[in-house]
């Protein structure tokens, strides 16, 4: 998905594609089909989104401190 995002209206954009990512890969999933690993990467992926979330979160705290 590209490279550093450190303006805020990207970050909130990345966040966006990547759970718009996550809803259409579920929507995709045929439920008589699926597997448990399936499942184990939704939450991979739920992980990664909530990393990026803290660090852009830790980011927005610092400009906050340095204006």
Do not use: C
């Not at 594609?17 to 890969?25: V, Y």
Request: no cysteine; aromatic share 6%; charged share 35%.
């Amino acid at each position: 998905m590209g490279g550093a995002v450190h303006d805020k209206d990207q970050q909130l954009q990345y966040l966006k594609n990547r759970l718009q990512l996550m809803i259409t890969s579920l929507d995709s999933m045929d439920p008589e089909a699926a597997e448990p690993g399936e499942l184990e990467r939704f939450l991979e992926m739920i992980e990664q989104i909530e990393m990026k979330a803290v660090q852009f979160k830790k980011e927005w705290e610092r400009e906050g401190k340095s204006t």
